[in-house]
């Protein structure tokens, strides 16, 4: 149980394009889920917090004008990078918190190379 | 604040024990645990919360000092899957129930 898949898993794309990245819970529903980054050998920075049916709350220094998080479902969240740029290449890994579990169950990441 | 992890590396043969300390300087609601391979996702181990309660694998066991606001992960016979990235999450609780701030984590190497 408590599965988070991550769609796709890898992503190349060129500066200036979008990039959608969704997460979904499969096997529970998950009233808030969680986005952060990882640049390489480094730990994980939370970005936002995802909650069904409200707006994102997003950390600081984080653009909630270019990290766009839509969290349409109990079960599904998507970060969009607008007009991505090399910068923003990175390792994206959503999370999501059972309801009244306490517990994060982390999605297998997604790797965004910029061009 | 980033919670601080010790030690930064470990390196161990088959079978030894090792304990990962974990320090926050703020009061904490939890502590999660985490293991992560080479491009992998973060891997749940354990989650211990104010007040005692623990939730997580039988064969981690970890501790939790609310008072000095602390935690210890407990590797004992370790095994080669055990090697990887070890990280501490911290969860002040309150208006920040949920958001984990991660250390800077521990490099575990299990040798044969």
């Known amino acids: 149980g408590a599965v988070v898949s991550q769609h796709p898993s890898r992503v190349i794309c060129k500066s200036g394009t979008s990039v959608k990245i969704e997460c979904r819970s499969l096997d529970f529903q998950a009233t808030t889920m969680f986005w952060y980054r990882q640049f390489p050998k480094q730990s994980l920075m939370l970005m936002a917090t995802?909650?069904?049916?409200?707006?994102?709350?997003?950390e600081q220094g984080v653009e909630k004008d270019k990290f766009l998080i839509n969290h349409a479902s109990l079960t599904l969240s998507t970060l969009t990078v607008t007009s991505a740029h090399p910068e923003d290449s990175s390792f994206y890994i959503c999370s999501a918190e059972a309801f009244g579990t306490d517990t994060q169950y982390f999605g297998p990441g997604t790797r965004l190379t910029v061009l | 604040q980033q919670p601080v992890q010790s030690p930064q590396a470990v390196i161990l043969r088959e079978g030894e024990d090792a304990v990962i300390n974990c320090s926050s300087s703020?009061?904490?609601?939890?502590v999660h645990w985490y293991r992560q391979k080479h491009g992998e996702a973060p891997v749940f181990l354990m989650i211990l919360l104010k007040g005692g309660e623990q939730k997580g694998h039988e064969k981690i066991s970890a501790s939790f000092n609310e008072k000095k606001q602390q935690s210890s992960l407990y590797l004992t016979a370790s095994q080669l899957s055990y090697s990887g990235t070890y990280f501490c999450g911290s969860d002040a609780g309150g208006t920040s129930y949920g958001k984990l701030t991660f250390g800077q984590g521990t490099i575990l190497t299990v040798h044969p």
């Open positions: 995802s909650n069904e049916g409200s707006k994102a709350t997003y």
């Open positions: 703020k009061a904490l609601y939890s």
